[in-house]
């Protein structure tokens, strides 16, 4: 029985957390992902999908103490929660399911 | 360097956001943000995008809501004449409702326009005033709740410069700008250091006196202006929306009581007093009812917050005008509901085809009511603002006109739309949109879906909006009957008019309180009586009981037969022949009598005619008075001519006179003087003279007759512009509802009608055709008005004046009057059927 589905974008989150490790908070979370995925993410769209997860139990969040560099604003940090690892494993089995054997490539295709 | 981001997109992000939430993501944009180096565009886009999640359909009970929303307002840009039209359907009906819900705003619920509104509290005695101003000096720095002024409103003759002019002054105890803190425009309030200083004392004019009078000059500060026979000094200017304690009455001008009231004046005043700080409303009605019932246990004491109208329970004056109106303007609002009704059904007949697919396709009925009702909320959120706007310049335009009436309550009115109004607007709104967008919903349920993707009309649809036109008809036709007889009864007033004399009369209504002893009463008014007839140019004075109308009495026959209630009047003997009302037999009373003789009576014609049928009611004995065992009995000594009683214009009813020395009344009495020239320039010596008349005696309002007859005459007219307005707006919606229908089936019915003309039918006949079903529609909602109206217009018995409600002329005129706009709005739809092009009909076939 699978964890939970999970979109797109929310494989794509829930992998930036988990490359983040100890440092994953909002900004660094929408760096990783616009270098690796190549796509700019909205502040907005971020916590939306990031509240989302959490309510579905794949990723913890917690408040660290107030930092001065930031007009004394608290970082929100995740951590991903075992179900969330778990469902990362689904999808990317779920993936290479579906591409064994397929080649988009005109030569790997001709061969 | 810009190091900062943007406070008003923070501030945003932050609401948008909230909770701990909102730290954490300003402080991961702050650090972006310097990061990047700037860019406040960059910020504003990230605070959207927060909005965008924030209120993304997605995140809300309803999914697809979004949709309907896009969908349905795709649907209104691209139909934009069916959407201007539903809107200003709404917007017109929704402009008079605005238009009403800001008077009944300003009836019930709007405070005084003074800092603190909440804790200023209105003080009233039932069937007395608070206290004598003696009374109230000596109390009231010793209440320990509240701060309490006293007013008292008076009318009278201001003189600035040279020009004399009639003003309401608000007569005040010095300390009611502290009181009320209204503040000023320009100068200052007096304060009760101002009682003890010399000099011409201070009076602080209204904004709309210093704009009219002294063109809203800034240098009146200190000029004289004449008041009461002495010279006050301008010492401020009130602000523009001030008018004093009473609202809606509009004052003038405040002048601190010591001026006119001596310390031991016996004058009366009412009490307006704001909460002291730290006390509650409870606490200050205790302590004002213990204070009360000390100075005067007879007469209980209520304490309410200070809100709506204050003059003298201005609320309930307003009561009738306040029912009909309502009801006229829910009325004007169910009309353009169906009307809009109407639209939506019209186009749903257009998308028949769209629907029916898509219900195929699995949509389910709810969603598709829920668009509709998304589409009808679009519509009427249209209709309310347009009518927000639309009332605000109504309002606007009644408070220019309105100054101007010769009614001290319409003076003051305002309209104004505050969030109050808004918000009932917005219900009515919703309301309206739920009530016009069901009748689709049915009809779509209806609709079987093989006969539709077919394309066959719905006749169901057509069918029911036939039946919707007939209603609007029917309603439309109730308000032009309505008019018509307000009309009808204002022509019948003002060709009766009173039926005695009015001109150079003048009266002043005073009242000998309940426990003076009635022969000190008789005494007092006696002498009110000889000393306004040695007033130089008072031709004559008189006494009566009502000067219009006439007050309640009972009599019987004989001695076994209960009371009957009866219209009665207590007069002067010389009554009839100063009012000019004939003796037609017998004679008129004697100027002798006491309270102890056998009452002598005087009837009118009617209570003759109808109480002694065989024309002898001279000599005839009376029994008079309400409790059997208190009733004396009168003998009939003349008959009098019918004068209109109650109502100018009433049929007569059977009324009887008893003579002023034989019969104390009830203590009301209304002092009349014929005059020698204008009789307003008596208005003076006759306030004087009442006010000299004692303790005991209460003195009311001096006005002329023919001021009287006019305020009366004005309310009609008022009524019948205002519901003949509203009628015509009804009747405006209704033909458009018609024409739309008419013109519907006849674009409906294009084909059919090529056909008919291809086989030989003339224009005249299509022509008539299509008229004909306009008529026919007409027709029925005619008959089924008729019978609202007759349900209807009862509601109107206390507006005619004795006009029967079933004037049959009223209801003739209004039912003739709507098939000639039947006619005219079927005319242009069947003038188009008659220009149809066979050829090009059958071809779109």
């Known amino acids: 029985m699978p964890a939970a589905y999970l979109g797109e974008f929310e494989q794509i989150v829930l992998l930036a957390v988990l490359r983040l490790g100890d440092g994953a908070y909002g900004v660094p979370i929408r760096q990783e992902i616009a270098e690796r995925a190549g796509r700019p993410v909205t502040v907005g769209a971020l916590y939306a999908t990031l509240d989302r997860l959490e309510s579905k139990g794949l990723v913890h969040s917690w408040f660290a103490d107030p930092t001065p560099q930031r007009g004394g604003r608290s970082k929100r940090y995740f951590r991903l929660l075992p179900k969330g690892t778990e469902a990362l494993a689904e999808s990317r089995t779920m993936l290479q399911n579906m591409w064994r054997g397929i080649r988009l490539n005109k030569e790997d295709s001709r061969a | 360097m810009p190091d900062l981001p943007p406070r008003a997109a923070e501030r945003l992000v932050r609401w948008l956001v909230g909770g701990r939430d909102a730290d954490a993501v300003t402080g991961d944009l702050r650090e972006s943000f310097a990061a990047r180096g700037g860019g406040r565009a960059w910020y504003w886009g990230q605070a959207l995008s927060c909005a965008a999640v924030r209120f993304s359909p997605s995140r809300r009970m309803l999914p697809g809501l979004g949709q309907d929303f896009h969908y349905a307002l795709r649907t209104l840009r691209r139909n934009p004449g069916y959407a201007l039209t539903a809107m200003v359907c709404l917007a017109l009906a929704m402009g008079v409702n605005a238009t009403l819900f800001s008077f009944l705003d300003s009836v019930y619920f709007r405070r005084l326009p003074v800092p603190d509104p909440d804790r200023i509290v209105q003080v009233m005695r039932s069937g007395a005033v608070f206290c004598t101003w003696p009374e109230f000096q000596s109390l009231h720095n010793n209440f320990r709740t509240l701060q309490a002024a006293t007013q008292l409103v008076a009318a009278a003759d201001a003189e600035l410069g040279r020009v004399s002019f009639n003003v309401a002054v608000e007569i005040v105890s010095s300390n009611y700008a502290q009181v009320l803190r209204p503040g000023t425009t320009i100068g200052n309030w007096f304060t009760p250091a101002d009682d003890s200083a010399g000099g011409d004392p201070p009076v602080v004019i209204s904004d709309r006196l210093w704009k009219q009078r002294l063109n809203g000059s800034p240098d009146v500060i200190g000029k004289p202006l004449r008041l009461f026979d002495r010279t006050y000094r301008i010492a401020g200017v009130a602000p523009p929306a001030f008018h004093g304690a009473l609202p809606p009455v509009f004052q003038d001008l405040w002048i601190p009581a010591s001026t006119v009231l001596s310390s031991a004046s016996p004058l009366r005043v009412n009490l307006v007093a704001r909460l002291a700080p730290g006390a509650t409303f409870e606490q200050a009605r205790a302590e004002l009812q213990v204070v009360a019932a000390r100075l005067d246990p007879n007469h209980p004491v209520r304490v309410y917050h200070a809100k709506g109208f204050l003059w003298r329970n201005g609320s309930k004056a307003f009561m009738p005008v306040i029912a009909l109106m309502s009801a006229v303007c829910a009325m004007v609002l169910l009309i353009a509901c169906v009307n809009v009704a109407n639209l939506l059904l019209s186009r749903a007949a257009v998308r028949q085809h769209e629907l029916a697919l898509r219900q195929s396709l699995g949509a389910g009925r709810a969603r598709l009511f829920r668009e509709t009702l998304v589409e009808a909320m679009l519509l009427s959120a249209g209709g309310v603002v347009f009518g927000l706007i639309a009332g605000y310049w109504t309002g606007r335009a009644l408070e220019i006109a309105l100054p101007s009436v010769p009614v001290e309550m319409y003076q003051g009115l305002r309209f104004t739309m505050d969030w109050r109004v808004a918000l009932l607007l917005g219900a009515a709104g919703v309301g309206s949109a739920i009530l016009f967008s069901l009748p689709q919903a049915f009809a779509a349920g209806r609709t079987g879906l093989n006969a539709a993707l077919k394309g066959d009309s719905g006749s169901a649809r057509s069918r029911q909006r036939e039946f919707y036109t007939v209603a609007q008809v029917a309603l439309s036709l109730t308000l032009l009957i309505a008019t018509a007889l307000l009309l009808r009864a204002l022509l019948r007033v003002q060709d009766i008019g009173p039926s005695f004399a009015t001109d150079h009369r003048l009266y002043v209504s005073v009242w000998a309180s309940k426990d003076t002893p009635p022969d000190e009463a008789q005494h007092t008014l006696t002498g009110l009586l000889e000393r306004a007839r040695a007033i130089p140019g008072v031709q004559d004075a008189t006494l009566a009981w009502e000067v219009f109308g006439s007050g309640n009495l009972c009599a019987a026959t004989s001695a076994q037969e209960a009371p009957q209630p009866l219209n009665g009047n207590v007069v002067e003997p010389n009554y009839f022949d100063m009012m000019r009302i004939p003796i037609l037999q017998g004679r008129a009373f004697l100027p002798v009598g006491s309270l102890h003789d056998q009452p002598e009576v005087i009837v009118n014609q009617t209570m003759a005619r109808r109480w002694w049928p065989n024309g002898d009611a001279l000599g005839k004995p009376l029994w008079v008075g309400c409790k059997t065992s208190q009733r004396k009995i009168g003998q009939v000594v003349g008959v009098a001519r019918d004068v209109a009683d109650g109502g100018f214009g009433d049929v ?194």
């Open chain 2, 652 to 845: 007569p009813d059977p009324l009887f006179y008893l003579s002023r020395l034989q019969d104390p009344g009830n203590g009301h009495f209304s002092l009349v003087i014929r005059t020698a020239g204008n009789p307003c320039l008596w208005a003076k010596p006759l306030l004087e003279i009442a006010q000299g008349g004692g303790p005991h005696l209460r003195v009311f309002e001096v006005e002329s007759l023919d001021d009287t007859v006019g305020k009366s005459l004005w309310e009609v007219k008022w009524q019948a512009g205002v519901l003949g307005a509203l009628g015509l707006l009804a009747i405006l919606l209704a033909a458009i509802g018609v024409y739309g229908v008419v013109a519907h089936s006849v674009a409906q019915r294009t084909r059919e009608i090529g056909v008919r003309m291809a086989v030989g039918a003339a224009p005249a006949d299509v022509h008539w055709m299509v008229l004909a079903h306009g008529l026919r529609l007409t027709a029925m909602g005619i008959a089924v008005g008729l019978l609202l109206s007759a349900a209807a217009v009862r509601l109107l018995r206390g507006f005619l004046y004795g006009l029967s409600p079933f004037d049959p002329l009223a209801f003739a005129t209004a039912s003739l009057a709507w098939i000639a706009i039947a006619m005219l709005a079927s005319w242009f739809p069947a003038r188009r059927a008659t220009r149809v092009d066979p050829l090009a009909a059958l071809k779109y076939e």
